[in-house]
């Protein structure tokens, strides 16, 4: 039976590769220029829109670990990523107008731009630079784990077959992105649907199902579980918050061909992910009434181990590929920006180039390409050396964008005019201070920090004209 | 083209790794069966004391995946036991998944080979497609009307080389080309317009020859308080008259009465000519001539084409310069060169300033210039000019065979 998985998972990832070779990823396109590699030449279909931003949604740890979190809590699972999650996409609708008036071609250079202050864009860029390296590092090695088991080979063959797929979609820009995230969404979708169908098939209806897991436990039906409000919903507020601020998602609110297909994205993406995450709730909810005791060393093995055990062969090889699509989906668009904050955002990079000549523009793209692969490759030899902190780096590092382009994406926009440089820092100040002094993890004294931004804010003057 | 490149190389990697796949999953399964076959017909002694269940086992220990049948199929190897004959059966895909799975490295390692093949392939069409993309993109700055060429470089390919050469040959005639149409097409204008100008000049030139004379039979009657304004009339006729002798010789000059000059004449009238401008500040520079230095020409159209060049020179420098005048032996012509320190040509009329009527002077014909080039011309000679900021050169070259003077 084992065995069997194995071989079927292997052929999953062959059948992967072919697909993706075959129907995704255009390098070079023919007339390509920094907006059409950077924003797919603000021209993404309704289709093209959605798929890449709820394919983009689902990494693969949010996958693994939201699936794992409700087999092991219940329900304050839900309470605790999916709300924040779902907030922080209530909030995105807002900034939609903003975004899409400016002719910024990153979300740094859209902050500098609108507020003025050209340091706004190197320290912007650097945060974004920083974070999703990190959150990068974690997709491999989230990834790896999980391949390494299932597929018995080392965890850094597995990281090597991302990095390539991952390498692979991202040198043709955002366009190619998108494209390839249609397919990955379409696999994330049947990946994640057949495991639920099959749980249902084998539990009866929904409401069955929850009165099964009901009974393994009453803790499992409270919504903050074991843990108090107090804990989980600055929990969530940071989780959303996050989100909302998060360069990924304006990227595509930006790259949508008109306002309206934005603002649909926006209205569709609730449904779609919403459907992940029922699917993934039932898979849970499942595993723990058919296999009531886990032990593993790590999530990564945990996982491997409860599909495994609770799936047939096919529907566990579907779930491998979905997790595969939402690594590969989530980790090609952070590449993407990463990049483009290296070599477009960050201001003594591009000093020398100028557009519309032929040899410069095409010198540019090249060197983001580079920067791909230098950036991929990095983020590939870090995850393969086990550094204890990697993970709560990351998410401090997501709390310093959060900082930088939250207030920013959602003030009103008269004030523009205030001095947003001198409040970044000192919330900056004030989050690291509280990082030292206090055992909090980072998205809780980042609560804080936020609120003295907004104070700074709305209490300081305006910065002077001219 | 992308696609194709990469369509192919993906199509041949896939059979790469499929038939190589195939053959050693073949291989591993057909030892496999004979190492395990091998085993069973060594051991196969050991069988007839068992019964069923115990040759079930012992069979299982020495050979993973077989089983005991009572019905025969290929590669089935028959055994004798207590409880009678059975065979033993491989179970072919078990042994061959447990095959697979001991070569997953191999076919992890072909979905890698795969991925490298691909990428390498989206480069290998990058370099061959942005060589023609440069192309394209000249072709469109051409399109466009910004004459450009495509720098060589050695280090590409022999193929690209050549292009980029023939391109550039193809942008230099192109550009020669226009440069020819251009030419042809002032021609053109100048013809027609040559011919108007000489009917109109004509038509005005008598009626002003007779207003001179009854001009002057004027003078005599009129009273001493009208003598300034008669003054400036004929002032004004003169330079009429001048206008209009200019635009005939440029309309409808007469062919040169070619004869021999001396060069050192010629530089002498044109000093006296210039003897009144020469105090306003202008250094007067001649380079020493050949007394022999002599040339084929009309004596009266070339001293009007050093006039009027010197005339320029003149203009050109309101506050005082110097005029750098000489001539010299070229070949079997003689080559003047008229040099001032003025600001140079206007930018905006360099294309054109041997076009009649045009003029940056208030009260200039723009004719100097345009009847230069036709003397020239007519005396099969060339004109060139150097302009600068610092000054301007005129460069006339007339040849000095009689054959090459058109008559
Ligand atoms: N030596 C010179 N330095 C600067 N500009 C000159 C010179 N010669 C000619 N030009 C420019 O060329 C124009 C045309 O000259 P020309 O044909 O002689 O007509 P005109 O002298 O009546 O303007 C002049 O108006 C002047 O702007
Ligand atoms: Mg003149």
Known sequence: ?466 | METRIKAVVALLSIILIASLAGVSLYQGYIGRIEDDSARILNMRDEFSALDRIGATRLLRKIAENWTISQTHERGAIPLTTAAGAFYAIPDGRTILAAIVFRQRHVLVAGVIGLLLAVEAAIFLAWSLSRPLKRLAWAFEQIRSGSWVTLPPSRRQPYEVRRLTAIFNDMVDTLRRWQKLERQISRMDRLASLGQMVAGVSHEIRNPLASMRIHLDLLSESVSPDGDESLRILGDELDRLNRTVSQLLAFASPRPPLVGPIHVSDLFQWCRQMLHASLRKGITWDVSPVDDDLGLWGDPQQLRQMLLNLLLNAVEAMPHGGTIHFAAQRNGNGVEFRVSDTGPGLPDIIQERIFDPFVTTKADGTGLGLSIVHRIVELHGGRIEYETSPQGTTFVVHIPGQREEIRQ
């Open chain 1, 1 to 466: 039976m084992i065995l069997s998985q194995a071989v079927g998972n292997l052929i999953a990832f062959g059948f992967y590769a072919i697909l993706l070779v075959v129907l995704a990823g255009q390098a070079f396109t023919w007339n390509e220029n920094r907006t059409r590699f950077y924003l797919a030449g603000r021209s993404l279909g309704l289709r093209s829109s959605l798929s890449t931003f709820c394919a983009t949604w689902m990494s693969a740890a949010s996958l693994v670990g939201y699936t794992l979190w409700f087999y092991r809590d219940g329900y304050v699972a839900f309470t605790g990523s999916v709300n924040g999650w779902m907030l922080g996409l209530l909030a995105l609708p807002f900034a939609v107008t903003r975004l899409r008036k400016s002719r910024a071609l990153s979300l740094p250079e859209w902050l500098a731009t609108e507020y003025g202050d050209p340091r706004l864009r190197t320290i912007g860029a650097s945060a974004l630079l920083l974070a999703y390296t990190f959150y990068i590092v974690t997709q491999f090695q989230a990834f790896g784990g999980i391949v390494s088991h299932m597929l018995d080979i080392p965890s850094w063959v597995a990281s090597l077959l991302v990095y390539l797929f991952v390498l692979y979609t991202t040198f043709g820009g955002l366009a190619s992105v998108a494209s390839s995230d249609e397919m990955n969404l379409a696999l994330i979708l049947v990946g994640v649907t057949v495991p639920a169908a099959y749980m249902l098939w084998r539990l009866g209806t929904p409401r069955e199902l929850h009165h099964a897991f009901a009974a393994l436990g009453p803790v499992l039906m409270r919504p903050f579980g074991s843990e108090s409000p107090a804990f989980i919903f600055p929990m969530m507020l940071a989780w959303g918050l996050g989100v909302a601020a998060n360069p990924q998602y304006a990227i595509r609110i930006m790259s949508a061909g008109s306002r309206r297909t934005a603002y649909l994205m926006l209205i569709l993406t609730p449904l779609i992910v919403g459907w992940i995450y029922v699917c993934l709730t039932l898979t849970g909810m499942g595993g723990r009434v058919l296999l009531p005791s886990l032990t593993g060393p790590g999530d990564d093995a945990a996982f491997s181990t409860l599909i495994t055990a609770i799936l047939p062969p096919l529907p566990a090889m579907l779930l491998l590929v979905a997790v595969l699509a939402a690594a590969v989906s989530t980790a090609n668009s952070q590449l993407l920006l990463a990049a483009c904050s290296w070599c477009y955002d960050l201001p003594f990079r591009n000093r020398t180039l100028h557009r519309g000549d032929f040899g410069s523009e095409e010198l540019f793209l090249v060197r983001n390409r580079v920067a791909i692969g230098a950036i991929a490759s990095l983020c590939l030899c870090i995850s393969q050396f086990p550094l204890p902190g990697i993970l709560s780096l990351g998410r401090y590092s997501w709390t310093v964008v959060a900082l930088c382009f939250f207030l920013p994406m959602y003030l009103p926009e008269r004030y523009r005019r205030r001095r947003l440089f001198m409040a970044v820092l000192v919330a900056l100040a004030m989050h690291h201070t509280l990082l030292f002094l206090l055992p909090f993890p980072a998205e809780i004294t980042m609560l804080p920090s936020l609120l003295l931004e907004l104070a700074v804010l709305l209490a300081g003057p305006d910065r002077p004209q001219g």
